[in-house]
């Protein structure tokens, strides 16, 4: 009966608009150029703390802080994603002790220090070793997303992203909101990396997982990943982790080696491009030169596919959601067209923070699955986060 309800709530909340996402108002009729950039410092809704990583601590001692302020949060988001694979099973006692009894040992197979930090982050936060392991699995097979790289006249490159999670996984239907997605928005952090006291990276995470999706490598490089749907994609490769085939690496435990250890563009996007990684995805990069900036296309079979900025021939922005650069997007999943369109219309003259923040804050590019807009400056250092929420009329994703 409950997967019959589910079934149900999925059907009239995704076929229905899905067959209007050009439609107002589940979509803006025009690009937004009236969204205020920064947000209001006083809106404590969307401000996101920054929490100092040091890394001259042991592995199991970094992450004990945040742990401190951040359990409750991440055991409510946890005990969601349990509930909802629940609705599988008959006995959820059952299925929690399978994923105790699998995803646990399965930590002991990862790389140092990701293995370290994992236990350190069980034992902090009281929470079983196979629920921060799958916690931090899922963050490989379901991250939908917007990245935009830009150069302004002057060469000044902008990075920005949308991150969106939670596509399927779990909808209120009282709220009209995504569940998973509600619970990850208080776990959004700010992370500084520190080496004897100074910075080598900043990263996004949300706490709890150690890996990373959006970060910079102040006046070296700056980083984002999307998902990229594929047959052959991040299920396949986390199976075969399971079953002793090994050669391949993680996505999040790789984008954050090649981040801290960035020295230029040019070697990390030949790093990028010839990486053997459990899952297919879509890399972006920027580095503090101009044209520096690049979609890697990862396949876990075929050869990396990479489309570049190219601004001497008017190719001053790049879009990359979560089909290929070359692909046309499926009518029910376009974010790209009107991303694309409102960078047009905004002019590599005009490009700040400001009309990159507005761009990203246009329906359906912002949409119910939107947890933040990350806001980026290489030469500068500069990283904000800012915790979104797309009010009713809104698409799901």
């Known amino acids: 009966m409950r997967l019959l309800l589910l079934l149900a709530a999925l059907l009239t909340i995704f076929v229905v608009p899905g067959l209007c996402q050009d439609a107002y108002p589940f979509t803006d009729k025009a690009c937004r150029t009236d969204v205020k950039y920064p947000p209001p410092s006083t809106d404590s809704e969307t401000t996101v703390p920054t929490f100092v990583l040091n890394l001259d601590l042991d592995p199991e001692e ?27 099973f008959k006995n959820d006692t059952k299925l929690i002790g399978i994923v105790d009894d699998i995803l646990g040992p399965l930590v002991f197979t990862f790389p140092q220090p990701y293995q370290g930090e994992l236990v350190g982050i069980a034992v902090s936060s009281g929470l ?28 000044t490159l902008f990075h920005s992203r949308n991150l969106d999670f939670g596509l399927f996984l779990g909808w209120d239907i009282k709220t009209e909101k995504w569940a998973l997605t509600e619970k990850l928005r208080p776990l959004i952090v700010n992370v500084d990396y520190q080496r004897k006291g100074k910075t080598v990276a900043k990263a996004v995470h949300f706490a709890g997982y150690i890996g990373v999706l959006t970060g910079i490598k ?3 490089l700056t980083l984002t990943m999307n998902e990229r749907f594929n047959i052959d994609g991040g299920f396949l490769g986390v199976l075969e982790w399971f079953l002793g085939q090994r050669s391949e690496q993680w996505m999040g435990f790789f984008l954050r080696d090649t981040l801290v250890g960035a020295i230029d563009y040019n070697s990390t996007k030949n790093r990028v491009v010839n990486a053997k990684l459990l899952s297919p995805g879509y890399v972006i990069i920027g580095g503090n030169k101009t044209g520096e900036g690049a979609i890697i296309v990862l396949d876990r079979k075929k050869k ?23 692909e046309k997007p499926p009518f029910f999943d376009d974010r790209r067209t009107p ?18 923040y507005n761009v990203l804050s246009t329906k359906p590019v912002l949409n119910l699955l939107t947890t933040y807009t990350a806001m980026m400056q290489v030469n500068t250092g500069y990283m904000e986060t800012y915790i979104r929420d797309c009010p009713q009329p809104c698409f799901p994703w």
């Open 339 to 356: 991303a694309t369109k409102c960078m047009t219309n905004t002019t590599q003259k005009a490009l700040d923070y400001s009309s990159v």
């Open 128 to 155: 079983p070793l196979g629920h921060i392991v799958l916690y931090n699995i899922f963050y490989e097979v379901f991250t939908v997303c917007t990245s935009i790289v830009a150069e302004s006249p002057n060469g």
């Open 304 to 326: 990396a596919y990479v489309e570049e900025l190219d601004p001497k021939n008017g190719k001053w922005f790049l879009v990359q959601t979560n089909y290929d650069p070359i």
């Open 218 to 220: 102040p006046g070296i």
């Open 62 to 88: 970094r992450w004990k802080p945040l742990m401190k302020n951040k359990s409750a949060e991440l055991k409510a988001m946890i005990t969601d994603v349990l509930d909802l694979i629940g609705y599988f």
